[in-house]
């Protein structure tokens, strides 16, 4: 059997790689990725918004108890997110099997992610519901670790920001797919986490089989405890630039993560029966994926085409801290809707040059799969840290309060990134 980090003569070189990515591979590669990407979001987003809530409210019961069991589960979850990305990228960049690097640990987060929600179906304690989902947020970082990864490998600098568009759509439209098929299903029941669950895997299982990843035969240094704790750093004083990248993200996926309290927000605080949240979370997220597909495509490519990437990314910040404003004094479906929109041109035209932006800044593109992995960090920490932190918001001002602190940390997300240079302005070090 193949080692997976055993040493052998050569690889392609990264400029060879860039180069064999254009033509007919990157039209592979395009649908590929969107399809991965569509399949990780679908299994851990839907999640999040809606799958959670659910059951811990047929566990608990509604009300606080129910969202501070939520804030236990994610939390958690944030702490393994913190420890398995890192760990995710470097065993990604250093793996040896035939199914390639990048595709091994796709295919292997999505098969996990599916049995976790399968084991969802029979958790009857929280405590149980909190060891899945750690499980689940550790095999979703193995997928997105490979995925932003294999776009450093493959895609040529002058194309990544139309690619980062189609990916950003995809990342908006597997939450909304997955809310849409667990809506299908009956209520709160099995039915709806299996549903999801086949569907991610067999776009996953798509993906892998579009993506051409050769076993990278380089030799590297054997991975042992010194280079997977080597995984958790990298040194922002030679690396200042991709130290205010991490950060922009962190701050602005932090406002976008509010719609992880969606479904609390539609029945504690506008009376949405349980039995209908579904439906209306399928609406929103209908208008919402909309708004992000026009959006993600245009910057994108509009970035490619003028060579910038700051203006995109200080006008997706303003575009959170309006929406967040408004879900924060909303009394009705209309406004809430509205919200929606506005966010979701925000959130398009930010993953539309995002990744662009941290694949521009990255300090070692040998090692992309651990540098991304870091830069994942700083999207999946949000997700849990911020309904971590919710219900002690909550509880001193309510859903307003959440949602103005959180658009405040997207004022800040877009006010760091003028520390970022500007495409074409690099220093060495930086």
């Known amino acids: 059997m193949t080692s997976l980090w055993r040493r052998a003569p050569s690889a392609p070189s990264t400029d060879e790689k860039h180069e064999s990515a254009r033509g007919v591979s990157l039209r592979r590669f395009v649908p590929a990725i969107m399809l991965s990407q569509l399949g990780v979001n679908m299994a851990v987003i839907t999640q999040l918004q809606l799958l959670l809530a659910l059951r811990l409210t047929t566990m608990v019961g509604e009300g606080p108890a129910a969202t501070s069991a939520f804030g236990v589960v994610t939390g958690f979850g944030a702490l393994c997110a913190l420890v398995s990305s890192p760990i995710a990228g470097r065993i990604s960049d250093r793996t040896r099997a035939r199914l390639g690097r990048r595709r091994t640990w796709m295919l292997t987060g999505s098969l996990v992610l599916a049995l976790v929600m399968v084991a969802m179906t029979v958790a009857t304690t929280v405590w149980q519901v909190v060891l899945l989902w750690c499980l689940a947020q550790a095999a979703g970082n193995f997928q ?106 962190f701050l602005i996926m932090c406002a976008y993560s509010a719609s992880s309290y969606n479904t609390f927000f539609l029945m504690q605080h506008l009376g949405i029966p349980s039995a209908r949240v579904g439906s209306v979370l399928v609406w929103a997220g209908l208008a919402g994926v909309l708004s992000i597909a026009g959006a993600s495509v245009v910057a994108g490519y509009l970035s490619d085409a003028v060579g910038r990437q700051r203006p995109f990314v200080m006008l997706a910040g303003l575009l959170a801290a309006i929406s967040l404003g408004l879900m924060a004094t909303a009394g009705s479906l209309a406004t809430v809707f509205v919200a929606v929109v506005l966010g979701g041109i925000g959130t398009g035209t930010f993953l539309a040059v995002d990744l662009a932006l941290c694949v521009r800044l990255l300090p070692d593109a040998e090692n992309a799969g651990k540098d991304m992995a870091i830069i994942s960090v700083a999207s999946a920490l949000p997700q849990s840290l911020v309904p971590f932190a919710a219900p002690a918001l909550l509880g001193v001002g309510g859903f307003p309060l959440l949602f103005l602190t959180l658009a405040v940390l997207a004022l800040l997300g877009a006010a760091a990134v003028l520390r970022v240079p500007e495409t074409g302005r690099e220093k060495p070090g930086l």
């Open 144 to 249: 997105y670790a490979a995925n932003n990864a294999i776009v450093a490998d493959q895609v040529p600098p002058d194309r990544r920001g139309g690619v980062s568009g189609l990916v950003g759509l995809a990342t908006a439209a597997g939450p909304i797919l997955g809310v849409g098929l667990a809506n299908a299903a009956p209520a709160s029941g099995p039915a709806q986490w299996l549903i999801v669950a086949a569907a991610a895997l067999t776009a996953t299982l798509a993906a892998v089989l579009l993506f051409r990843d050769p076993p990278d035969t380089s030799p590297k240094p054997p991975l042992d405890l010194r280079a997977l704790a080597g995984a958790f750093w990298f040194d922002p004083r030679r690396h200042p630039a991709f130290g205010w990248a991490w950060l922009v993200r």
